[in-house]
Structures are given as C-alpha cells and as structure tokens.
C-alpha cells in the first residue's frame, strides 16, 4: 500500500506560481513512477506531469517551459512548479503514485487561477 499526500494548492492570479508537494508513504520502494494529473470541471483527467525512477520526465505540451517536475527522495516527495500559471491550469490537481501492486491517489489539491 502507498498513501499519498498532496499540498500547496490555491488561488493564485494569472502569471503567478504556485508549487504542489506529494509526500509518499507505506510501500514507497513498490514506486516507479509518480505522475501529476489534473482534471477541470467539465472535462477529463489529464496527464500534467511524471517522473520515472530512473529519472526520466514526462510533461503535458501545455505546460512546457512552464511547469516543472522534481523529486525529494530523502523526504520521499515530489514536487510540480507551477509558473506562469493561467486561467485554463484551473483544476483540481491529483498526485499518482505507479506501483507494481497498482495506482494509488492522493486526494487532490484545488489549483483556481484567477484575477
């Protein structure tokens, strides 16, 4: 079992940053890949950002050169900068952790950019 833990959400105005952390644990060593999701009202869950074990990076077109992803491993968390943030990042952002026993969630963070 993985528990996931997610913080850092809020509003935030257009252009503005904000930084989520995913704290990780129970089975932590079961992890090879943690993955930031996203989902607005009205639309589907969408991939933002991952990062494999072996360091590997995955980031959504639209938010390249925006968003970055990093890891702690001493603190057993990742992170998702978020800069330049705009009206259409609005949504309530998941934390996923891709194990061999399965996906785990976390409980989501809300994200609202707005002025």
């Known amino acids: 079992q993985v528990q996931l833990v997610e913080s850092g959400g809020g509003l935030v105005q257009p252009g503005g940053s904000l930084r989520l952390s995913c704290a990780a644990s129970?089975?932590?060593?079961?992890?090879?890949?943690m993955v930031w999701y996203r989902q607005a009202p009205g639309k589907q869950r969408e991939l933002v950002a991952g990062?494999?074990?072996?360091?590997?990076?995955n980031l959504a077109n639209s938010v390249k050169g925006r968003f970055t992803i990093s890891r702690d491993d001493a603190k057993n968390t990742v992170y998702l900068q978020m800069n330049s943030l705009k009206p259409e990042d609005t949504a309530v952002y998941y934390c996923?952790?891709?194990?061999?026993?399965?996906?785990?969630w976390g409980q989501g963070t809300q994200v609202t950019v707005s002025s």
């Open positions: 990062i494999h074990t072996g360091g590997r990076i």
């Open positions: 996923n952790a891709d194990s061999i026993d399965g996906y785990y």
């Open positions: 129970g089975s932590i060593f079961s992890i090879y890949a």
